[in-house]
């Protein structure tokens, strides 16, 4: 599921507002980030708040429903958060990462049935590899969606395709990297610069991880903004109450 802003102007370039700055807040305890304890975490949640910054709400009206899975690969070093880059073909948020993800079907019984039915269908991930652990508070954006996030283990073992007319490359960024708010950056973006007045504000979390798309690849860095920073933002919140 791609990151969630409308209307910026031609050339935009989310990577190029500054960062602002923000308090400082410890990284997740690497015992809170083992596939036992996530999985503890979700038995017996925390009282947590999500975090929100300027995500519009929309009283009195209808937000069309959608869900994503946050899958964490357990790997020998560690827990992986694995992402898609979108391809630069799609019409809407091309070349941006994302979660696996999309709008809720008719068919779908729930947003975890949703979550990895769209998995399935843009990476090929099979349902019995994902061990869902819960599902956090969706994320309203924008575009007027309200996105679950679905967290679930992945077993590997199995190989991914991606759908190349939705997704141009795979890759795994760890998970303590992006359970440390060192590497979380907040931007805003105004139209017309930071005293633009009447403008529609927007405000997003960033987390640049530079990294193989494959083991033993060549490194880049994948911009990780938008909507899907904002839900691993609120994923720290939920590990870190």
């Known amino acids: 599921m791609p990151s969630s802003f409308n209307k910026y102007p031609p050339g935009f370039g989310p990577a190029t507002v500054p960062e602002l700055p923000q308090s400082a807040l410890p990284a997740v305890p690497p015992a809170r980030l083992t596939p036992e304890a996530v999985r503890a975490r979700f038995a017996h949640p925390p009282v947590w708040a999500p975090e929100v910054r300027s995500e519009p709400r929309f009283p009195g009206q209808a937000l069309s429903r959608a869900a994503v899975l946050m899958p964490l690969v357990v790997r020998p070093d560690g827990l992986t958060v694995l992402l898609t880059e979108r391809t630069q073909e799609l019409r809407a948020h091309a070349g941006q990462i994302a979660f696996p993800g999309g709008k809720v079907d008719p068919q779908d019984r729930d947003p975890i049935d ?49 759908n190349p007319s939705e997704v141009a490359q795979v890759f795994e960024a760890p998970l303590a990297f992006l359970m440390d708010p060192a590497h979380h950056h907040w ?5 017309g610069g930071l005293d633009g007045q009447n403008a529609a504000r927007r405000e ?21 903004w938008g909507a899907t920073a904002g839900m691993l933002r609120n994923f720290y919140r939920f590990l870190a109450a």
């Open 187 to 191: 931007h805003r973006f105004v139209p």
């Open 114 to 162: 949703t979550a990895l039915r769209e998995a399935a269908e843009e990476v090929a991930l099979p349902r019995p590899s994902a061990q869902v652990l819960g599902v956090l508070p969706p994320y309203v954006t924008s575009s007027r969606y309200a996105i679950t996030p679905v967290v679930a283990l992945i077993t590997p073992g199995f190989a991914l395709r991606p």
């Open 204 to 224: 997003w979390f960033s987390m640049p991880w530079h990294g193989p798309a494959v083991v033993g690849g060549p490194p880049r860095e994948w911009f990780i």
